[in-house]
């Protein structure tokens, strides 16, 4: 199989992770925020671990990174238009799905937004999106990197 669809694929897999926090959270009295924090981390550095498992040493970065961001691409642009657009959120699967995409990454964006938010008075999530597709984007692009540079 194709690296550009092996890495496409891995792009479904943040569903599964989001469920799971979801279900856990939901079940567990009080997470503590360092706790959550820890698994973004864990989560992100997966996701840099599945870009240089899956990538490909022969084909280029940028086709194997746009394949690898491209359902994440599709999330967040799903995402953005229910915050922005709608200004609300779909009441169906696909809203549910858009929102538990980023779910895992979520508390790490609040590290780059928390400042901002300081200064504004209504706090929206969609910036939040926006960081975390962009962390998403840079650390598959660090493992695409470190696995075509290797020997």
């Known amino acids: 199989m194709r690296s550009e669809l092996k890495l496409a694929l891995i792009g479904i897999a943040p569903l599964a992770a ?14 503590s925020g360092i706790a959550i924090l820890l698994m973004g981390v864990v989560f992100l550095a997966l996701w ?3 870009a240089y498992k899956l990538s490909s040493k022969e084909e280029k970065i940028l086709p194997q990174v746009l394949s690898m961001c491209a359902i994440p691409a ?3 642009l799903l995402v953005l238009y229910q915050e922005i657009v709608r200004e609300a959120y779909w ?16 508390t790490l964006s609040l590290l780059f937004y928390l400042p ?12 939040g999106y926006i960081i975390v597709f962009i962390l998403l984007s840079a650390v598959s692009f ?3 990197y470190k696995k075509k540079k290797s020997i």
């Not at 938010?117 to 929206?124: G, K, Q, S």
């Open 18 to 31: 989001g469920y799971l926090l979801n279900f856990i959270w939901t079940l567990a009295d009080t997470i």
């Open 48 to 50: 840099g671990y599945a």
């Open 74 to 76: 599709l999330m967040l």
């Open 91 to 106: 009441g169906n699967i696909i809203g549910a799905f858009s929102q538990l995409y980023f779910l895992p990454w979520l």
């Open 116 to 127: 901002i938010e300081l200064f504004v008075d209504v706090v929206r999530v969609w910036p």
């Open 142 to 144: 660090w493992g695409i």
